[in-house]
């Protein structure tokens, strides 16, 4: 029973992580805080549902949920950060991505209503279970831990080892110098906006397809987590977000385990306010170079 | 109707102004729900539970939110402004769900039985708080203020202690939000967690943005405007997060250093030059 919670926790986890890893790029390039990004996962699942809804099969409302996503993406970045690039617009940035936010949610209530819609798909997806070691496990919950892991270490592969993920770590070290050595900076800023946002959509895909709903208030509460998660790992550090929304996604679920559900995100905020305190760079964050920048 | 046009307006206008308190040392707080939520329970258990009257109830609520305030900000300030923002956010989720799960003050449900605001405590708050932030800014606490929002390093450069100067903003701030809180909750007899949620505490940083925070004007003017726009236009109520949205997005890409930037500097300042 307590090891099953623990592997309901870490897939919790992942898609915590998913989001979290958004985040964090978003905020390592740009400096910036996405507050947008939980709405773009919150209409991931609901990109799901429409086009399951519409006769798409699971493959192809994936890809259609990736697709959007990243258009989302492309559009907040626009809107919300084109303008608002020097270091001392950090507010501004935030309250305009809120703004964006705002919008989205309200526009997606319109659309689908306030309460949560459920989302069923074609055959035994959703129940199957496949038994390891004596524990039934939902194959389902198996596959997406599994998938999520597989897009980090992508991530984490693009960013250090290829040609593009040397450009963003220049942006991110300093754009200015960045565009000295021919970087196209704002070309740059679009590819993260879309890689994290894609990462957020399928994260809410995920989501949605694992509870078999989508509601349009998970933005605020399992978005807003995603952006403790990063602070507890280190704002701007890929591993930390990892290991973050792994830590949280157990934690969350040992308290559900232990009859103090209702208390989790408090647990996660005070958590991040006591690594604020102990080390404030976050779990992996290193002082040096950010808080030069700051 | 009148009565309840003059505390939701005077209401709104002291939330503004507390928003515009802690921004004034530079930090931006999402937390002013949470600390409207604090007015609003503790004040209510004490007149409610203790028969307490209303005013010294509100003030020790204020008292009690401020300390939530400075004891959380504490860490967060000791390192970069932009984690400030994450705890103010950790604030208002915080405390909502905390709420939620007392059943002495009706956990989900709500807590109900309190009476007693009177117009006029309202309009005594704002005039209060207005004369208060128009000494400062006549006072020579307005350029230290100024100093820390403009360029941190250089203030504690000069002797100023930034931190300390930003956590008195935050306590201040808060201690305003809760006693608006608690007057409003007086006012609406029952309220529940659910109406000082992340949303609200984003409408109140929104009220003071789109007023203008580069004087002490500019967020009451804020607060009226979007208190009493929805009320007059018929229907616009449940467009009201996307016409706030949109509103916002188009202020800022049109101005996007006039409305938040403080590249002016004070007022008095710029007389004598």
């Known amino acids: 029973m307590l090891v099953e919670q623990i592997i309901n926790g870490v897939v919790l986890g992942s898609m915590y992580a998913l989001i979290a890893q958004g985040y964090t790029l978003i905020f390592g390039v740009l400096d910036k805080l996405n507050f947008a990004h939980g709405e773009i996962f919150m209409l991931g699942g609901f990109v799901c549902l429409a086009s399951v809804a519409l006769g798409a099969s699971l493959p192809v409302a994936i890809l259609i949920t990736a697709i959007i996503s990243g258009l989302l993406g492309l559009m907040v970045e626009f809107v919300g950060f084109r303008k608002f690039r020097s270091a001392d617009a950090h507010i501004t940035a935030a309250l305009s991505s809120f703004a964006i936010g705002l919008v989205l949610i309200d526009l997606s209530q319109k659309v689908w209503g306030a309460e949560p819609v459920a989302l069923t798909l074609p055959g035994s997806l959703q129940t199957a279970t496949i038994t390891i070691a004596g524990l039934k496990i939902v194959v389902l919950r198996l596959a997406i831990l599994v998938i999520s892991l597989l897009l980090m270490l992508v991530l984490y592969l693009v960013v250090l080892r290829t040609g593009l993920g040397r450009r963003i770590r220049a942006v991110a070290e300093s754009p200015a110098k960045a565009a000295l050595f021919g970087i196209n900076v704002t070309r740059i800023n679009q590819q993260v906006f879309v890689i994290a946002s894609v990462m957020a959509g399928l994260a809410g895909l995920a989501l949605a397809v694992r509870t078999g709903y989508s509601s349009t208030d998970v933005g605020f509460t399992f978005g807003l987590k995603a952006l403790a998660i990063m602070a507890i790992g280190g704002m701007g550090d890929l591993r930390g977000a990892l290991l973050g929304g792994l830590l949280v996604g157990v934690i969350e679920a040992l308290a559900f385990q232990w009859g103090v559900g209702q208390f989790a995100d408090v647990f996660v905020w005070l958590f991040m306010i006591a690594i604020l305190l102990l080390r404030p760079a976050g779990l992996f964050g290193t002082l040096v170079s950010k808080e030069i920048r700051a | ?273």
């Open chain 2, 1 to 273: 109707m009148m009565q309840d046009y003059i505390v939701f307006v005077g209401v709104n206008m002291v939330l503004a102004w507390s928003v515009y308190v802690i921004l004034l040392a530079g930090s931006l707080s999402f937390a002013n729900g949470g600390f409207m939520a604090i007015g609003a329970y503790a004040s209510g258990v004490l007149t409610v539970k203790f028969g307490m009257p209303l005013i010294p109830a509100a003030l020790i609520a204020g008292l009690i939110a401020g300390a939530v305030g400075v004891l959380v900000g504490f860490p967060a300030l000791r390192t970069r402004g932009i984690y400030l923002m994450l705890v103010t956010v950790g604030i208002t989720v915080s405390v909502k769900a905390v709420i939620e799960s007392i059943d002495y003050v009706g956990g989900i449900q709500g807590f109900g039985g309190m009476v007693g605001t009177r117009p006029w405590h309202v309009i005594a708050l704002v005039i209060l708080v207005g004369c208060g932030l128009w000494f400062l800014s006549k006072s020579p606490l307005q350029r230290i203020l100024d100093a820390v929002r403009e360029d941190e390093l250089s203030a504690a450069s000069l002797g100023i202690n930034t931190v300390y100067v930003k956590l008195v903003c935050l306590g201040v701030g808060a201690f305003l939000a809760a006693v608006a809180g608690s007057f409003y909750a007086h006012h609406l007899i029952h309220v529940t967690p659910d109406q000082f949620g992340i949303v609200v505490s984003v409408f109140i940083v929104l009220y003071a943005v789109l007023g203008g925070t580069n004087n002490m004007w500019g967020p009451p003017i804020g607060g009226v405007i979007m208190t009493l726009i929805p009320e007059v236009v018929r229907g616009l109520e449940s467009w009201r997060p996307t016409a706030f949205g949109v509103i916002i997005l188009v202020l800022l890409l049109i101005r996007p250093d006039g409305l938040l930037a403080f590249r002016d500097v004070t007022t008095r300042a710029k007389k004598i030059w």
